[in-house]
């Protein structure tokens, strides 16, 4: 079992899933998407942020406009899908993922979200995408990311595939981390794969993060603060709903 695997199973979730998943997909509020994508960063880095918000339609455009180098988005196709083995014929529509990269995580691990984003709306079909992004990793089409950096994950909400694209399963759950380029790093390099509460590598390769779990005080403290964005969005939808242990 792989750690991410390990990890998105026995974390303590709220797991709600969608028997069948739908082709649409409707944007949310703006100020909500906003919010969202801006609750992946630290709290010192969000206002100067530059928020990327979804039109199905199009694509990311940004809302928001920065001034310290950052980017934020939500993102609602899981990457993970590019590395599934499954029958992937279905767009989803209920995934969340709030993600925030520095400068040079922009042109390398956000490029792929965006480009995934604008194909989907194009009308590119599952499978295809999927072929096509696989095509494109081979060949170096992705660059890795041109020094050390970081990737923010620190939301008190995820929606995303359980098992870091070995299954379909989805579920909902508060994971904040931080993400540490790292490419072609291992964990027998760092020590990692431990355990969830351990720092371990995620995709080992040119484009693989350190994994760096946020400590429960942290998760609670984020709940707790995003307590009226949360309920926002499980009033829209009940997969949006965090229940349970956290």
Not at 72 to 80: G, Q
Not at 124 to 147: D, K
Request: hydrophobic fraction near 40%.
């Amino acid at each position: 079992m792989t750690i991410d695997r390990y990890m998105l199973t026995v974390l303590s979730l709220a797991v709600c899933t969608s028997e069948l998943p739908a082709q649409s997909l409707e944007p949310l509020p703006v100020d909500l998407e906003v919010e969202l994508a801006r609750s992946a960063l630290p709290p010192h880095l969000r206002a100067d942020a530059t928020v990327h918000v979804l039109r199905p339609d199009t694509g990311f455009e940004v809302a928001v406009e920065g001034t310290n180098g950052f980017h934020a988005l939500v993102v609602r196709n899981d990457p993970a899908f590019v590395r599934g083995e499954w029958h992937y014929d279905t767009y989803r529509d209920d995934l969340l993922i709030p993600i925030a990269f520095d400068q040079a995580g922009v042109p390398a691990q956000m490029r792929v979200l965006l480009d995934v984003a604008a194909a989907r709306a194009e009308g590119v079909p599952p499978a295809e995408l999927r072929r096509r992004m696989r095509a494109r990793f081979a060949r170096g089409h992705y660059p890795a990311p041109y020094r050390v950096g970081i990737s923010y994950m620190l939301s008190p909400i995820l929606r995303a595939y359980r098992d870091g694209g070995e299954s379909d399963a989805v579920g909902t759950f508060t994971y904040p981390h931080y993400m540490v380029y790292a490419p072609k790093v291992t964990n027998i390099d760092i020590g990692g794969g431990a355990g969830i509460s351990q720092p371990f590598v995620l995709e080992s390769g040119p484009h693989g993060f350190i994994i760096i779990p946020a400590g429960r005080a942290e998760r609670e403290e984020l709940v707790a603060s995003y307590a009226a964005m949360l309920d926002r969005l499980c009033a829209l939808r009940p997969e949006w709903c965090l229940t349970g242990d956290r």
